[in-house]
């Protein structure tokens, strides 16, 4: 099996979690679930439903992970390894600022010139979609909770069921 994609770039508030804005958390976190950490305050954050599958199906199939976050680095870093997120992504890009296409680019760069794959940006955030679309000829963009309902359907998406 050949998946269409073999780059993945995801944000992370209301994307990846349920949190609007994870710089705003204060650490320690602690796990709470499978599913969910909590931070210094006993705030929740909780993971999508089917991230976790469709990490270890993209591991799995020699897909690339990353991640492209306006966030605070000193504050999601810590939470990526609390939820054991952390070692499932490559080069993951956190700045906090929010030029999604900065991010990206940066992404590309670290791959360096003789990449010729294809890559797939998902954020829950119309106008970091369509910047990222019209920016990269190499890379498609979805918006989480329009384009793509859930990570099931992502899932399916980077193997070529859907359109983009
Ligand atoms: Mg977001």
Not at 59 to 69: D, H, K, L, N, Y
Not at 85 to 97: G, M, Q, T, Y
């Amino acid at each position: 099996m050949k998946p269409r994609y073999d780059l993945l770039i995801l944000d992370l508030d209301l994307t990846v979690w349920d949190h609007e804005d994870a710089s705003s958390l204060v650490p320690p976190y602690r796990r709470v679930s499978e599913g969910a950490a909590a931070d210094s305050r006993g705030t929740t954050i909780r993971l999508r439903p089917g991230i976790r599958e469709l990490l270890s199906r993209c591991a799995e199939w020699g897909i690339r992970v990353t991640v492209a976050s306006w966030n605070r680095p000193d504050v999601v870093f810590p939470l990526l390894r609390t939820l054991d997120l952390d070692r499932f992504l490559w080069n993951p890009v956190i700045e906090f600022h929010p030029d999604k296409v900065a991010m990206v680019a940066r992404i590309l760069r670290a791959l360096g010139p003789e990449w010729d794959g294809r890559g797939l940006f998902v954020d829950d955030r119309e106008e970091n979609v369509r910047a990222v679309a019209e920016a990269f000829e190499r890379v498609d963009a979805v918006r989480f909770g329009v384009d793509v309902k859930s990570f099931r359907d992502l899932t399916e998406l980077l193997v070529g069921g859907g359109e983009v």
